[in-house]
C-alpha cells in the first residue's frame, strides 16, 4: 500500500517508534530512522528491516531537541529520498517528579522534545506534502494528551500541547491531500514506562510483575499493555484511502483509560 512512499519515524531505535517503522515498512514504505543507542546495533536494526521487507532504510542522529540538527534531518531525507510523505513525531522522554521539586531544566528538554520538536519537522515537511499533494502526519501524543497524572507536569503540558499542534495542522491542511492526527496510546510496555515499574518496584518493596500489576491497575482498566504493533496497525490506517477524511482526530488506544 506504501510502495514509493518515505517515512520519517522520530526516536525509532526503541519502542513504539521502532513498532511503527516495522508497520510501515511491512507495507512498503522507505524508512528514515532516528534516535539514540548503540551505533552498530542501530545498523544492524534499520539494515535487518529493510532486508526483511525490501524498502530502502537510512538514519541519522538529529538530537530532537535541537533545531538546528532537526533541519539536519529534514534536509538529509529530502536528499536521500526526495522528500517525508509520511512524517511521525514520536521521539518522547518523560519524567516524574511533583511541580515544585520538578528540574527546570527536565521541564525544558520535555517540551523541545515531546513538542517543539513536532513542530520543526512539519514546518519543515509541509511545503514538499502540499506540493506533492499528499502526505500523512502522525503525531504520537498519549492519554496524557486527553487527561492528567499527578507528577507529570512537563508531560501532559507537552502531550495535550502535541494534541492542539495536530489539530492546527490539520485544519491549515483540510483542503489538500495531507492529513494530520494524533494518537493517544495508554501504558506501552517500553524503556520509557519500564523506568516507571523499576522506580514503583524500588519505592513499595514489590517485584517487577507486581510493580507492572500496580502501574496498569491504576489508570488503565483491561489491566493489559497496548503493544507497538497495535499503534502501527492504527498509523498504517492513518496511512490508507480509508482516513482521507480522517483529520485532526486524537486517537485514543488506551485499554479503556481515558473512557473513566
Ligand atoms: P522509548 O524510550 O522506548 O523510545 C523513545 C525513543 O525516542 C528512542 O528511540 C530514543 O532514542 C528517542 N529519543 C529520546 N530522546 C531523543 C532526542 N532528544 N532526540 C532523538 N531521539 C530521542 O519510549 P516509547 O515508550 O516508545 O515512547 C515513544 C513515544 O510514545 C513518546 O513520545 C512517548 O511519550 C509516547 N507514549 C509512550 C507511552 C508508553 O506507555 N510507553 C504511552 C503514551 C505515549
Known sequence: MLNGKTALVT?????????IAR??????????????GDAQQIEKLYTDIGAEFGVQTAYHNADMSKPDEIAALMQYASDKFGGVDILVNNAGIQHVAALEDFPTERWDAIIAINLSSAFH??????????????????NLASVH????????????????????LTKVTALETAQTG????AICPGFVLTPLVQKQVDDRAAREGIDND????????EKQPSGEFVTPDELGALAVFF????????????WNMDGGWAAQ
Open 11 to 19: 526516536g525509532s531505535t526503541s519502542g513504539i517508534g521502532l513498532g
Open 23 to 36: 508497520s510501515l515498512a511491512e507495507q512498503g514504505a522507505n524508512i528514515v530512522f532516528n534516535g539514540f
Open 121 to 138: 519537522t512539519t514546518r519543515l515537511a509541509l511545503p514538499g506534502m502540499k506540493q506533492k499533494n499528499w502526505g500523512r502526519i502522525i
Open 145 to 164: 494528551g486527553l487527561v492528567g497524572s499527578s507528577q507529570k507536569s512537563a508531560y501532559v503540558a507537552a502531550k495535550h500541547g502535541l494534541v492542539g
Open 178 to 181: 495531507v492529513t494530520c492526527n
Open 210 to 217: 507486581a510493580a507492572r500489576k500496580a502501574l496498569l491497575l
Open 239 to 250: 496511512c490508507s484511502p480509508a482516513a482521507n477524511q480522517v483529520r485532526g482526530v486524537a
